[in-house]
Structure formats: structure tokens, C-alpha cells
């Protein structure tokens, strides 16, 4: 937390029998994870060169699987159109069995967003776009999160991620249930929302708790958490960067569609009463909304103010997205594209240029939302002024060809050295972003575009029953959609004016499945019925290789990796192509002929369908011309896989090679090997579970070296199940015991538990580690996996190399270490502690002197107080070597987190940290420790006398263990201000 870095054998066990577990190869089912494939559409409907269309994205099958294909006269939007596309798929990110898929707003995690890099603030425009993908597999998972999931846990209420909210879910405004809806008239699956009613109701009513002014009969809001810092209204505050609360078109209007939303899924439940409720709080809403209209525009309201301020924002056409704003208010859209208004050549800008605030330092760095364009609220935007144009009487502000040209300006905006691009913001008037951090803003999805192209200048409007209404936004004389699944159909729609530009006769005419059902000779506002919404089943594969968290199991290593790649990239549960910023390992610079990439599970699973996708930049590195994949066999060698068919026969770059598996394999340890300079962006194992049998397991498992302990398991069969094989991988030496029935036939709603006895081996490191359980039918292999877990307590420590009660004053026996320059507190022993008192910024790191054990050392000390100084107020555990050596632990008792930073030689090494941060906070009496084991340093904390982990950093993988050990035991104490105090110092040895 300095300012730099600010703020074995193993094998499937049968349930008889005692064994080391050692890898054998399984007899499970051959089952694969498939991925979702198109229609195959013929004849009249299927006229479109998909791979032509596609031009050199990676992974083509991908797209041709599941997107809408286009073919527009408008080569700048159609080009944008495919690279958006890809830019959704660079965001789907595969999180493990419980939380599935979700949609990342950056490529890479940023310090405030929900666990495995989820923000909620564009997760409506994710499921606006992401609606039209047919796999429905991406965006079940995706709103789950946010529902019931890691998204809807519970979040610090802290300054830096929202003090009036306690969830993820609720860290910034969202349309949560209006786009749950919005999807569900494309998919037709209303079965998959009514189930999740409860939950959508509890999304929309803790913003009532929690921001609805009663007496306002409004929803309030801080404009920083409506993803708006710097905005032309917050200027006029205090707080330019919060922006100080207020009553917003923006939140207002999210549960005004909210509500609309939860009356249709309450009126399909059979609830009218439900629906009435919630009818009559969107008619109340809307009611109150006209204290935000001045006459001719919604605006934001100070929340100790009674009247708008005086300038226009681009958030005030978002009412129209819900369909709020009565007709007569149409007269807000002459500014949409008066050249004092919103009008902007790479625009709308995102206040109105009239405003004393436009622009007003938002050159000066990101992010400013007072002038600058910004695809979020352009989508917004457009999606509005697509429903007034085509869902409110005709008025003479805008019309379809401002749609057109305004969709055009976007799609031109979207651009960087001539290709298509998209970040953060971009100037109004000048062809250049603003706002376009490297390793971070790149494609950026944060905005809607291929929505905007299929429901507005397309016109193809989803319905809730079984029509679809088209009504194109555009004057082409032609164009063309196909591959559109929409409600479980095939939809397509052709416009040829004259019948040159398709060859297939002259018209407008819609496919349903094939099957032409409409012909007439212009577009218009036509409504065709498609049939009854077709929602199969489908499988939940599981990738057994994913780790989002890049720490702990599944582990990934390789014989020569490059400086800036890293092995666990490659099963990071993400897969693009960009060089920056990267998903991806490489062997650059290697100086073997050939390399390997080793994909470690810790505990061993049922492989059968093996995922490789192979990156190449086509210069340095590309895709090697033959490889191999192997396993480890129980003699520790390193064996060809049995039973491979290989999809292509050869090699691809770029693409998914997938390695099928008959019989299936059952192991603990892959590796792809290959010859020359290589790299790899993933490496998936796909297991699909039957769907009849539910696997538990504790989440974790209490362990230590040298002991035995119990697993036990439960497997429930929702359906008969004639044949199913239990059964428990654990890691590498561990041994494991049993007793149950071997292959066995269980009843619909049976329960079956089963226990075995694990000895994990002395002297290994047991936590962290998976034990996993297998329930293998016929039909797939269900699973289930804890992880072992070590619980700290220093009387495990009995050997007391240290121990300081301050009560007298010992401070000569310690070495001062200075991690930075800075200069030390005063540092006294008064009244039985140990003081450090300073007026500005001071550290000192105390070694005590003694130094670690191989066998283990805890630092354990009780504070007495902390200084209350900001921004640092911190206490640091750990070992130290010298001010430019040395692992430590830190809790910052002022912003309630801890982490830890590791040096060698005077250089930061971040991959010893285990990332940032943990949020936890000390109270009176609370102990704190650093148990420094088996190469990692964990932090924990002491309250009510029980012991809680609450931070893990792999120092090891900087710092090797001899080393380590040979530091001195030290804490430190860095301070703004004021007194920190100390009760006692204790260190101990195993």
C-alpha cells in the first residue's frame, strides 16, 4: 500500500478400497459441450456471405452461431455493426460453475467493480445488446449474477464504491428488470423471469428503500453513481466530482420502467393485484416526474432545490426510452439537433453547448460528462428517440432521417486511425477520443450499437406476444437481416427495391423459419405473426479449467513465458485477440525449440472435450504447425491423451481447436506442447453435467499437514437415474478412504451421502487445494468441489521467538527499515504501548530481532488505537529485510482494507501481492496476525476470539523460501497525523 501501489498421484477413487490417488483414465460417458449452432437455413431465406460479412474477426463460428447477420448500403454502420459485435464477445467472460457468464464493462477488472469485474452501471445496455444472441445460455447467467449471484452480494459501503448502498447490484442506477423484459419479448422465455419474479421485485423495491423521497414522491440520486462524475449540474455543487444529490431524469425514468416491467411479468403470474400496484407507482412517478420539466426539457434538480437548474444534459431524453414522457412534450427533441443544443459533429455532446459548464475542463483529463460524447448516453438517446418516432404521434422536431444521420455520426465516431473503435469519450467536434486509456479503455462496452441497428434502423420491434412488428428507420433501397432468432424462430427480412441488389425478386419480404410470410412491395409498419416462442432446454457445460481470480486451482505454468504474458491468462475465463490489453500466454523469446503450457486442476475431473484457441499476431508469434496434448500418468510421465478426434485435423490460429475425448480421461494434469514461438488465449475442458443430479460439498474444508479429516458428500436425483458412479479426486499424495456403493441406480428425489477419510501428507501446504466429487450416469457427469482451508491459531505456534508487552521500553532492540522515503514518527513507549506520533506523513517499519521459521512464523499484534489520519492510518505485518526487501501485510484502518506489498532489491513485485484489496475492519480489542507458511503470507483477524483470514499473498512466487525466512519478523506504522498505539508484539514459531 505504498503511494506506487495505491491507495503427486491423483486419480478417481472408487467408493471401496483405500488408494493413494493416482491418475488412471475414467470410463465416464463421452459427453461434449457442444457450443450452439445456426439454423441451417436454405432457399429463399439464406442469402448473406456470413464469412465475407465477418471479414478477419477470430473465431468466426462464434458469430455465425449465434449474431443476426446484416447487409447495409451504409458500409461505415455495417462495419461498425460486426466490430461491435466482436467487442460483446471480447466481454463475455466464464466466472465457473456458480455464477456462469457475465458481460465485463472493461477487459480486465478495475478496482471497484463486483467480484470477477462486474459493474452494473451499462448491465442494461448488456442485455439490450446481448439480447439477440441466440445462445440464451451468456445472458441467463449474466442476469442471475446480478439477481442472486456474486453480483447481488454484498458491497463496503465505502466512499469509493457508493456510501448509500450495501450490493453490487445497486453500486450504480440500473434498469434492471425493464431490460430483463426487453430481452425476454426477443428470446420469448418468459418462464426464466416469472421464476426470478421475486428476485426483480427485490431489485426494484431496495431502490425504493434506499433513494425514494417521500416527500418528493422522486428518486434521488448522486450523479457520480449514475455513472456521471463532472457533469454541467454537478459544477454548480460543492462536490464537483460526486456532483452533490438530486432528483435525475436518469433513476426516475429506470423505475418508472422498472415498474411498467414488473406489472407485465405480475399480469402473466396471475397476480392483478401485483400488477395494479405496480402500475399505479409508475403512474405516480410519472406524475412527479413534471418537477423535472422546465417547460421544454427534462433537467436535473438539486435535492434542496425546488426548480431545475438552468441547463440542458442529454440525460433528459432517457424518459422517452421507457416510453414515459406524455406526446406533448415532444418538443424536447428540437434540441437534439440545434447547433446550440445537443448538435455535434462526432455528437450529441452531453450537455447543450449553451451551458456556462460545456466542455468546461473536460479536455483536462477522464472523466468529464459535461460536453464530451459518450456512447452510454448516445445509446440512450437514440434508443428513445427510436420509440418517439415510432411509438408517439407524429410531431415536426425530429424524424426518421434524423435517426438515420444520428445513428451515422455514431457509427463515425466509433473510429481510430481509420478503423473501428470505441473507448470511453469522445470530443464533439474533433475526430479524436478523449478519453482512451492504454490497457483499459480499449473496447470498451459500455453502450448498446447493434441493438440500435436491428430495433431502430431496421425496425425490428419485439413483441410480447407471438408477432413481431418491423418498422425500419431509414430511407435505403436496400437491405438485408438474417439468422435472427427470435422467440426460438429464424426470422429474416429482405428489402430489394428493385430487385438487383439480392437477385431474388423486388419487395420487402419477412422468413419465419424459412418460410416466406410476408411480400409487399415498400417497408412499412408491419406487425407478422410468428408462432408460438420455441425455448428448449439446454445444457450447462462447465469449464473445469477457468479461473477468473487467477489465484489458487486450476493452476497454469510453462516452460518459458514471455515478460508480459502470464500462463493463467490462458484459463482466465476470457478469450480475445488484442496485444493490448491481453488475455493470453505466449513463449516469446524462447530458447527451446518447443515449450509447453500446463493446466494443473489440483483435484482430478472427467475430461472429454478439450478447448484450444491459439493466438497469432502474424508476426512473432503464430499458430504452431502441429501439437500435442498430454497427461500426466500415475509413474509422474507425461503421456498422449488417448482417444483424441481433433477438430480441424490441423492446427488453426485464431479459432477453436477442440480436442474430443473417447472414452473420456480422467486426470489431474494437461499439457499442450508445441514446437517454435506460440501463444495460447485459452484452454478450456468442458464437462456437461446430467442435469438430474445435484452434487454438495461444504464450500471449504478445514485441514492441516499431517492430519486426517472427513468429506462427506450428498448427490439428490431429481429424476431416476439407472446408473450412477460416486466417487472423490483429491490432490496429488493425499490419501483417501471409503465405503459406498459402487455404480448404483437412484430413485427420483433420492439423497445419497457419502463419506470418505483424506490423510493430507506432512509437511505439505493444505490450503487452498480442491477435493473434488464426481457423480458420472449415462447421460453426464455432475460434480461438485470444496476447497481446503487452514484455520489459524497460535497455539499451533507454541515456540515464542518474541514477544514485546511495551512494558518497558525495548525500542534499541529493533532495526528501522524505511520501505519509502519518508521520514519516521516519533516512536516512545508510554503507559504500556507502543506510540508513533507524527504531524504529516511518516513510516517506519520496526524488525524485530528475530527472524523466520521454515516451519512457519506469526506476527501477532494487538493495537490499541489508530490515528484517524487520512489517507494513510495503516499498521504493516509481515518480514523484513531491509528497507528495499521485504513481504508485508497492511491494514488501512481509515478506508477499512488490507492487502500486502512485496519487494526484492528495491523493486515492487505485484504478483506476490494476491491483488487488492480485502475489506475488513479492526475493533477495539480485535487482534491482528501474519502467518508466513509454505511460501504464502496471509493476514487475519481476531475478533471475539475467533480467527478470520481475510487477505492471502503468494510471496513465494517472489521471494523463495530460504530467503524469506531469513528476514526479520517486523511491523510497521505509517500515519497522516496523529498517534498510532501498540499493546503488544508477539512472534512465534512453529
Not at 42 to 48: E, K, M, Q, S, T
Request: glycine share 8%; charged share 20%; proline share 8%.
Amino acid at each position: 500500500m505504498f503511494d506506487a501501489m495505491r491507495i503427486g498421484t491423483v486419480a478417481l477413487v472408487a467408493i471401496l478400497g483405500t488408494a493413494p490417488a493416482a491418475p488412471t483414465a475414467g470410463t465416464a460417458p463421452a459427453v461434449g459441450a457442444a457450443p450452439a449452432t445456426a439454423p441451417e437455413t436454405v432457399g429463399p431465406a439464406a442469402i448473406l456471405d456470413r464469412r465475407a460479412l465477418l471479414g478477419d474477426v477470430p473465431e468466426p463460428g462464434w458469430y455465425e452461431a449465434n449474431i443476426p447477420f446484416v447487409d447495409l448500403p451504409d458500409a461505415e454502420i455495417e462495419d461498425t455493426y460486426y466490430y461491435r459485435w466482436r467487442t460483446f464477445k471480447e466481454a463475455l467472460k466464464y466466472t465457473g460453475p456458480r455464477d456462469g457468464w457475465i458481460v465485463t464493462e472493461f477487459l480486465g477488472p478495475v478496482g471497484y467493480s463486483a467480484p470477477f469485474g462486474g459493474i452494473n452501471a451499462a448491465a442494461g445496455h448488456h442485455l439490450y445488446e446481448g439480447r439477440w444472441l441466440r445462445d440464451r445460455r451468456y445472458l441467463d447467467d449474466y442476469l442471475d449474477y446480478w439477481l442472486s449471484g456474486s453480483g447481488a452480494g454484498p458491497k463496503p459501503a465505502t466512499e469509493a464504491l457508493n456510501t448509500d448502498t450495501t450490493d453490487w447490484a445497486h453500486q450504480y442506477s440500473f434498469w434492471a428488470v425493464d431490460a430483463a423484459v426487453a430481452r425476454a419479448e426477443v428470446t420469448g422465455d418468459w418462464r426464466f423471469l416469472l421464476d426470478r419474479l421475486p428476485r426483480l421485485t427485490r431489485q426494484y423495491e431496495t431502490w425504493k428503500a434506499s433513494h425514494l423521497d417521500p416527500s418528493r414522491g422522486l428518486y434521488w440520486q448522486t450523479p457520480v453513481w449514475d455513472a456521471m462524475e463532472y457533469t454541467a449540474g454537478s459544477y454548480q455543487t460543492e462536490d464537483p466530482y460526486h456532483g452533490g444529490d438530486g432528483f435525475r431524469p436518469t433513476l426516475n425514468a429506470y423505475q418508472y420502467g422498472d415498474a411498467r416491467a414488473l406489472a407485465e411479468l405480475s399480469r402473466r403470474a396471475g397476480d392483478a393485484a401485483a400488477a395494479q400496484r405496480f402500475d399505479r407507482e409508475a403512474d405516480a412517478l410519472r406524475e412527479r416526474l413534471t418537477q423535472l420539466w422546465d417547460g421544454d426539457f427534462y433537467k436535473h434538480v438539486q435535492r434542496d432545490a425546488t426548480t431545475p437548474i438552468a441547463d440542458r444534459e442529454l440525460m433528459g431524453y432517457v424518459p422517452w426510452y421507457f416510453h414515459l414522457p406524455p406526446a406533448e412534450n415532444a418538443v424536447a427533441w428540437a434540441q437534439l439537433t440545434d447547433p446550440r443544443g445537443f448538435a455535434a459533429p462526432f455528437g450529441p455532446a452531453t450537455a447543450e453547448r449553451r451551458s456556462p459548464w460545456f466542455m468546461h475542463e473536460a479536455p483536462d483529463g477522464c472523466c468529464r460528462w459535461n460536453g464530451p460524447s459518450w456512447p452510454f448516453a448516445t445509446s440512450q438517446t437514440l434508443t428513445a428517440l427510436a420509440n418517439q418516432l415510432l411509438d408517439y404521434p407524429a410531431q415536426p422536431h425530429v424524424d426518421r432521417a434524423d435517426y438515420q444521420d444520428l445513428l451515422r455520426r455514431y457509427a463515425l465516431t466509433q473510429r481510430k486511425a481509420g478503423r473501428p473503435y470505441v473507448a470511453e469519450a469522445h470530443h464533439p467536434d474533433e475526430d479524436r477520443w478523449l478519453y482512451d486509456g492504454a490497457g483499459h479503455s480499449e473496447d470498451y462496452n459500455h453502450s448498446t450499437f447493434t441493438d440500435l441497428v436491428l430495433s431502430g434502423l431496421l425496425g425490428i420491434r419485439p413483441q410480447s406476444g407471438d408477432t413481431v412488428r418491423i418498422a425500419p428507420l431509414n430511407d435505403y433501397r436496400h437491405f438485408a437481416v438474417e439468422n435472427l432468432s427470435y422467440h426460438g424462430h429464424d426470422l429474416s427480412v429482405r428489402w430489394d427495391a428493385d430487385g438487383t441488389a439480392y437477385g431474388r425478386g423486388a419487395g420487402f419480404r419477412v422468413f419465419v423459419d424459412g418460410r416466406q410470410v410476408l411480400h409487399r412491395a415498400t417497408p412499412g409498419d408491419v406487425t407478422v405473426p410468428v408462432g408460438a416462442p420455441v425455448v428448449p432446454p439446454l445444457p450447462e457445460p462447465v469449464d473445469d479449467a477457468a479461473n477468473p481470480r487467477e489465484t489458487g486451482y486450476p493452476a497454469a505454468r510453462a516452460s518459458h513465458t514471455w515478460r508480459g504474458d502470464k500462463p493463467v491468462d490462458a484459463i482466465d475465463g476470457q478469450d480475445f485477440h488484442l496485444d493490448v490489453p491481453a488475455t493470453r500466454w505466449t513463449n516469446y523469446g524462447t530458447p527451446h525449440p518447443a515449450d509447453h503450457l500446463e493446466i494443473d486442476l489440483g483435484a482430478a475431473t472427467v475430461v472429454s472435450d478439450v478447448r484450444i484457441v491459439f493466438y497469432d499476431d502474424g508476426g512473432g508469434v503464430r499458430t504452431p504447425p502441429s501439437f500435442t496434448l498430454r497427461y500426466q500418468a500415475a509413474d509422474g510421465t507425461w503421456q498422449d491423451v488417448p482417444g483424441q478426434v481433433r477438430s480441424p485435423a490441423q492446427p488453426v490460429g485464431r479459432d477453436v481447436n477442440r480436442v474430443r475425448v473417447d472414452p473420456p480421461l480422467t486426470t489431474d494434469r494437461l499439457r499442450v506442447a508445441a514446437p517454435g514461438v506460440f501463444g495460447v488465449t485459452a484452454v478450456q475442458l468442458w464437462r456437461v453435467p446430467d442435469p438430474s443430479l445435484t452434487v454438495t460439498l461444504p464450500e471449504t474444508l478445514a485441514v492441516d499437514a499431517g492430519e486426517e479429516v472427513d468429506v462427506r458428500a450428498r448427490v439428490t436425483a431429481s429424476a431416476s437415474v439407472p446408473r450412477a458412479r460416486i466417487s472423490l479426486t483429491a490432490p496429488r499424495g493425499w490419501t483417501v478412504t471409503g465405503n459406498s456403493d459402487r455404480a448404483r441406480p437412484l430413485r427420483a428425489g433420492q439423497t445419497v451421502e457419502t463419506t470418505w477419510r483424506v490423510r493430507v501428507p506432512a509437511g505439505a501446504d493444505p490450503a487452498g487445494l480442491p477435493l473434488r466429487v464426481l457423480a458420472g450416469t449415462g447421460a453426464g457427469v455432475s460434480s461438485a468441489l470444496t476447497t481446503t482451508v487452514y484455520e489459524f491459531d497460535p497455539a499451533d505456534y507454541p515456540v515464542t521467538a518474541w514477544d514485546d508487552d511495551f512494558g518497558t521500553d525495548r525500542l534499541a532492540a529493533y532495526r528501522i527499515d524505511h520501505p519509502v522515503a519518508e521520514p519516521s514518527p516519533a516512536l516512545a513507549v508510554v503507559d504500556g504501548a507502543l506510540t508513533a506520533t507524527a504531524s504529516t506523513r511518516a513510516f517506519a517499519v520496526l524488525a524485530a530481532p528475530v527472524t523466520g521459521s521454515a516451519d512457519g512464523t506469526a506476527v501477532v499484534v494487538e493495537p490499541r488505537a489508530f490515528a484517524g489520519s487520512e489517507p494513510e492510518d495503516s499498521l504493516f505485518l509481515g518480514l523484513s529485510g531491509g528497507s528495499g526487501d521485504f513481504a508485508l501485510a497492511w491494514y488501512n484502518h481509515r478506508h477499512r482494507s488490507s492487502g500486502a506489498d512485496v519487494r526484492t532489491g528495491g523493486r515492487d513485485r505485484p504478483e506476490a501481492t494476491g491483488g487488492c484489496c480485502a475489506a475488513v475492519t479492526w475493533r477495539p480489542g480485535d487482534r491482528l496476525a501474519v502467518l508466513v507458511r509454505w511460501g504464502r503470507l496471509s493476514t487475519w483477524l481476531e475478533h471475539d476470539g475467533r480467527w478470520t483470514r481475510i487477505h492471502d499473498a503468494p510471496a513465494g512466487a517472489a521471494v523463495d523460501a530460504a530467503t524469506l525466512t531469513s528476514w526479520s519478523a517486523a511491523a510497521g506504522l505509517r500515519l497522516d497525523g496523529g498517534t498510532i498505539a501498540l499493546d503488544r508484539l508477539t512472534v512465534r514459531h512453529r
